[in-house]
């Protein structure tokens, strides 16, 4: 089934009903927004020969058009490549390229030099598009397992490669959603406050299917004063934000004294979130937050956990649930591999595997990424952790994170988890720094709170009270702010080539 049925059937089924806006203000109906989806289908095959299965890359901010354009690529049969807006241009050529994209749609054109797109690709200004052709009447008939979206990964570790998502991919993760994160009604607003090319415009799916509204913020980004007067204004919003997203607006909201009204659901995933900051954000906005882990090779879907179990603070074991990233969705299975690929009992950290309908195709034209990433049918995430004998995940570290010193694994995360709850401290990384005698030893880069003064001497005996001396860390970079990439991400990599040149200060472990 073509994922743009459910547009198509959206536009019959509520014709009238809002569904894409700009800020708070309403620019398109159900019938509208599939409208242009087909007449954009229409140009894309007429006028540019865009053939089933051909790809069409946008390199674009989010907008209400970017919505109706993925649509359109769907509608023709096409496969839809989004590129972060924030990327530099020459990286999203590379993209392109590395796509084999026809076409790459920008706001305004002019973005690439000439010579910069691999021909026949040619940049196509959306402000330049139009008049809106006549519209295909249908969406072109695609099978379950055909390519609809190349989700260019964030490359935290290294070149992005391009995962492929089929239509079956895309409907099985987004049926999941109301089941495992959060049940959609029409009245609802999703807000995307981070890049459509990214997990947020995954969060379309769905909505359109229960017909519900689809809000882009003015500013086109995330401003966490400008979400809060939009959720006032609008009720029932949800949208996806990063732990950082997160924490950004438990600070806002603390300054201007808003508790989360109009808010319905802010889902956070794709990085750690620490339990300290999980808790000043229950504070604040209330039992408002669900969490999903999920990387690019299977979308958003691998585990979730709800809101209840996370707002319910008072139970024995909040804290260990509230560090976990839940149970597996209901379409795949999960398991825990120790490095032969056999399969590991609760409570033993090894490879999470993953086994079900959201598990990608494959990366795009890499055959050999796509041997190591899928074994035997199970997805290789690259992520440690542990299951328990409920079947909630821990996630303790990428594999390549991990720490291993003196022959002893040492997880970040939970050297990070520590350091994060010292009052003067705003944001930690940890990461591994090659030493002669143990291999490697623990380094930890530290972003103070605003006045506040961090002493290295405090962080360590804050953490001796705490947690096995052989995890402290030997030394502390302090950091106004940590390196991200396009996505948020903390680049670790960065920060291990930067520790040659850091200005560091060494304690004696
Ligand atoms: P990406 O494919 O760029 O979305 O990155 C996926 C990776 O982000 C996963 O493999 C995890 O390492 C990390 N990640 C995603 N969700 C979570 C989460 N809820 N908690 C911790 N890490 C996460």
Request: proline content about 6%; some cysteine.
């Given at each position: 089934m073509n994922i743009a049925n459910w547009l198509l059937d959206a536009g019959r089924r509520w014709p009238e009903r809002p569904a894409l806006f700009s800020g708070a203000r309403a620019v398109a109906d159900y019938r509208t927004f599939a409208a242009h989806a087909a007449q954009r289908a229409a140009e894309l095959v007429q006028q540019h020969g865009i053939a089933p299965g051909e790809r069409v890359a946008l390199f674009m901010k989010n907008s209400c058009h970017y919505l109706e354009l993925l649509y359109a690529i769907w509608w023709a049969g096409a496969v839809a490549v989004p590129i972060n807006s924030r990327l530099h241009p020459a990286e999203a050529a590379w993209i392109a390229d590395n796509a084999q994209a026809r076409l790459i749609f920008t706001d305004d054109g002019q973005v690439f030099e000439p010579q910069a797109l691999t021909p026949p690709c040619r940049e196509l200004a959306l402000s330049a598009c139009g008049p809106l052709a006549e519209p295909l009447n249908s969406p072109c008939a695609r099978q379950s397992e055909d390519l609809a979206w190349l989700f260019y990964t964030s490359g935290t570790t290294g070149r992005s490669k391009g995962v492929m998502l089929s239509?079956?991919?895309?409907?099985?993760?987004?049926?999941?959603?109301?089941?495992?994160?959060?049940?959609?009604?029409?009245?609802?607003?999703?807000?995307?406050?981070?890049?459509?090319?990214?997990?947020?415009?995954?969060?379309?799916?769905?909505?359109?299917?229960?017909?519900?509204?689809?809000?882009?913020?003015?500013?086109?980004?995330?401003?966490?004063?400008?979400?809060?007067?939009?959720?006032?204004?609008?009720?029932?919003?949800?949208?996806?934000?990063?732990?950082?997203?997160?924490?950004?607006m438990v600070e806002q909201a603390r300054a201007q004294g808003y508790s989360g009204a109009g808010i319905k659901t802010i889902v956070y995933g794709g990085a750690p979130m620490y339990l300290a900051d999980l808790r000043e954000a229950l504070a604040t906005f209330g039992p408002r937050l669900v969490q999903i882990y999920g990387q690019g090779e299977s979308p958003m879907t691998i585990s979730a956990l709800p809101r209840e179990l996370i707002a319910d603070c008072d139970r024995a074991d909040w804290a260990a649930l509230a560090s976990s990233v839940g149970r597996a969705h209901s379409c795949v299975e999960i398991s825990i591999r120790d490095p032969q690929g056999a399969p590991l009992p609760a409570g033993q950290p090894g490879e999470i595997a993953v086994r079900g309908a959201t598990v990608m195709l494959g990366y795009w034209r890499n055959a050999r990424a796509t041997r190591e990433a899928l074994v035997q049918g199970w997805l290789l995430t690259g992520d440690i952790g542990y299951l328990d004998c409920a079947g909630y995940l821990t996630l303790t570290d990428r594999s390549k994170d991990v720490i291993i010193s003196g022959g002893s694994n040492i997880y970040p995360r939970e050297v990070e988890e520590v350091l994060a709850q010292h009052p003067a401290v705003f944001e930690v990384c940890v990461v591994g720094e090659p030493h002669p005698q143990w291999g490697e030893s623990v380094v930890a880069f530290v972003v103070a709170r605003d006045g506040a003064v961090l002493d290295q001497q405090q962080l360590n005996a804050w953490f001796v009270q705490r947690m096995a001396s052989f995890k402290k860390p030997t030394k502390y970079v302090f950091r106004k702010e940590l390196p991200r990439n396009s996505y948020g991400k903390i680049l670790k990599t960065e920060l291990r080539l930067s520790l040659m040149e850091a200005v560091s200060v060494s304690v004696t472990p």
């Open positions: 239509h079956g991919n895309l409907s099985a993760m987004s049926l999941c959603y109301p089941i495992d994160v959060d049940p959609v009604a029409a009245g609802d607003a999703v807000v995307y406050a981070a890049p459509m090319s990214h997990g947020a415009g995954l969060y379309n799916f769905i909505h359109v299917r229960c017909g519900a509204r689809h809000v882009v913020p003015e500013s086109r980004g995330f401003k966490a004063e400008e979400l809060f007067a939009l959720a006032s204004e609008l009720g029932q919003v949800s949208l996806f934000a990063a732990p950082t997203m997160v924490k950004r």
